[in-house]
């Protein structure tokens, strides 16, 4: 048994995604933002994940994403997504048709879907890299693993030689902002955003970056 006891030292790995990670992805991804897409799509959470696999999965590890899990033994605790700009858009997948995933989980479940993840994306510029996500599993939140996912983050924008790393986050999660300022994410600019307010039930974002030159300071 993996011990969680919050006073005891973890010894995790940190490693890139295989495709046969994926599925462990989207199952993380799917319980740490149960609250988003449930305001997005009426799904439980297997036809949830099963949906991420078909929909998002086939371009998470594509020419311009990475997927990052933190591990104890062979269980993913932690992931973080990252895309960078490569000056174009990936070759097409091989998606199912709109259509028959409508007849699967009903149309206007996938028309709320499409437009709520239509509302979350972002496009980074020439040499910035974008944490698409963050997500902890829930009996390890406050161990560290999100702080360790970052330093990753950091360490790879170094390495490809971007000038700023940057993601969103909610106005109201005042928990992952300060841990964002902890390891020298500063505050950018903020917007609102009618769709992902109506959609997300999200009131605002605040936009935030981390440059490689404070790399020394935070490591």
Known sequence: ?????????????????????????????????????????????????????????????AADRIQVAAWINQQMIGVIGLQWSIGSSPAGSSLPHFGSLSRQYGFWNMCRFVAGMSALEHKPLPGEGYIEHIATASVYRGRGIAGSLLQWAQQYT????????????????????????KVGFRHLSSYSSWAQQLLLHEPGWHYMSWTPDSLSSYS
């Open 158 to 181: 170094a390495e490809q030689s971007w000038n700023r790393l940057t993601l969103h986050v909610s106005h109201n999660n005042e928990q992952a902002i300060s841990l964002y300022k």
């Open 1 to 61: 048994m993996t011990n969680t006891n919050p006073s005891s030292p973890l010894e995790i790995t940190i490693r890139p995604c295989f495709p046969e990670d994926l599925p462990a992805v989207c199952t993380l991804l799917a319980h740490s933002f149960a609250d988003i897409f449930g305001s997005i799509v009426r799904l439980d959470e297997q036809q949830l994940i099963t949906l991420l696999m078909q929909i998002w999965a086939p371009n998470a590890l």
